[in-house]
């Protein structure tokens, strides 16, 4: 466990972390969050990931609780005390404490939380060997690009992942379309060597990593294509892979029963996988900030 947490302009001890049990986050997922993968001693897209949190903050009238480079600097603080190389910080803002009402009171100061977790991304097995994903019905609300904190749909979806002894769940919609990953965006790479992403709009979340992937793909001997496909287009497909601040470029080998490829990642998803991984090294040699400060692996 991490040792300290942020919590509303205080360094506290994890095990002692706590918010008010009025937090309007706790009674109705009133909050948006942010997670950023932290790559040997960088944060890997800080910025968008701050445009984002800004984004949904806005969309849901709450209020900044700090200025972006006061964020930014509490961010590089806690992950340098808790030695955080490797791994991933977890900004999460509530429109704050009040007495209970459904509707969103005037003038309260949001709740600021940060936690962070240790995460050798370059060991990790699914990462670096493929993982299983079973498809299930996307039923989440209708404002999914909006980074909330109220995940209970997904939660139930990545519960039905597990018992499936799989790592995630793609949600499909009524048409019976991939929207995403629980927490990830979904990816299939076609047998005329296509790359596919699902448009960005309402019901699905703009992913970082997602949008970094588009810009390094252009690099790749592969045609893109922003459109939706079907649960039975991607078992059908040459190779899948997702992308999220936690799990980067993940290739997907089997999706329910049906085996991509050999069962383990395919060509371009390697490839695509190795060219983000540079990204993200390179990234960490030119702001190496946690590296100075002493952190460790
Ligand atoms: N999830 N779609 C959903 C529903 C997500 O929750 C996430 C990220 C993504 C990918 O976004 P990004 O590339 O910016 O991480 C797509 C984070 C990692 C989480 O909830 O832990």
Not at 185 to 196: E, G, K, P, S
Not at 223 to 228: G, Q
Request: proline fraction near 3%.
């Amino acid at each position: 466990m991490a040792r300290y947490a942020y919590v509303d302009g205080r360094y506290t001890a994890h095990q002692d972390a706590a918010v008010h049990v009025e937090d309007r986050g706790f009674q109705f997922s009133d909050g948006v969050y942010e997670v950023v993968a932290r790559v040997d001693g960088a944060f890997i897209d800080m910025e968008p990931h701050l445009d984002r949190l800004e984004r949904s903050l806005a969309s849901l009238e709450i209020s900044a609780p700090m200025s972006r480079r006061a964020l930014s600097m509490v961010m590089s603080e806690l992950v340098t005390r808790n030695g955080v190389r490797n791994g991933l910080i977890y900004i999460q803002i509530t429109r704050g404490t009040a007495p209970r009402d459904h509707a969103f009171p005037a003038n309260i100061s949001p709740t600021l939380v940060m936690t962070t977790k240790r995460v050798d991304y370059f060991k990790q097995k699914k990462i670096m060997a493929g993982c299983k994903v079973i498809t299930t019905p996307d039923i989440r609300w209708a404002r999914c690009d909006i980074k909330t904190v109220s995940l209970l749909p997904n939660c139930m979806a990545k519960t039905e992942a597990r018992r499936a002894d799989a790592d995630e769940a793609w949600l499909y919609d009524a048409a019976g379309d991939v929207t995403e990953g629980t927490s990830c965006n979904a990816w299939i790479v076609t047998h005329d060597d296509r790359l596919i992403t699902r448009g960005v709009t309402d019901n699905i979340l703009r992913g970082v990593t997602r949008e970094t992937m588009i810009a390094l793909a252009s690099e790749l001997s592969l045609t893109f294509e922003e459109r939706p496909f079907s649960v039975a287009e991607a078992k059908a497909a040459r190779e899948a892979f997702s992308t999220s601040a936690t799990s980067l470029v993940t290739p997907v080998v089997q999706i329910d029963d049906t085996i991509l490829g050999n069962g383990a990642p395919g060509l371009f998803t390697s490839r695509i996988q190795e060219r983000y991984f540079d990204y993200c090294r390179q990234n960490g040699c030119r702001q190496n900030e946690c590296r100075q400060n002493g952190a460790q692996a």
